[in-house]
């Protein structure tokens, strides 16, 4: 995981953060809204270790909120203002990336 919220952010920590901007979301959630909107697929793993380091960063924390009023289900995470801003950048990363001249004569390449 990156140091700071200007370090390009993996994969994994860009989706995790990115599925928690609606609101909180347990670790099943999440998982599962990566693989809806994204195709990839997280094991319980990789999902509830990124969602520990991303808590002892400081980008994530525990909600006092349970999504869909069941508290039963375990701790729901939501986004500190450090993880929107780390999330925010790299949103501005991909961008400024995607409008580089090479990146779009590759991307031209791919839709023959």
């Not at 990156?2 to 993996?10: F, G, H, I, R, Y």
């Not at 901007?21 to 959630?29: M, S, V």
């Not at 969602?51 to 909600?63: D, I």
Request: glycine fraction near 10%.
């Amino acid at each position: 995981m990156p140091e700071d919220s200007q370090s390009p952010l993996t994969p994994p920590v860009f989706h995790i953060l990115l599925s928690l901007t609606d609101g909180p979301l347990h670790g099943y959630a999440v998982m599962k809204r990566v693989e809806a909107e994204s195709g990839i697929r997280m094991g319980p793993g990789t999902v509830y270790g990124s969602l520990q380091r991303l808590t002892e960063a400081g980008w994530v924390r525990e909600s006092n909120e349970a999504p869909g009023g069941d508290a039963r289900r375990g701790s729901a995470f939501e986004l500190t203002e450090a993880g929107t801003e780390a999330l925010r950048h790299e949103a501005w990363r991909i961008t400024r990336l995607a409008r580089m001249e090479p990146v779009r004569t590759l991307v031209r390449g791919l839709r023959a």
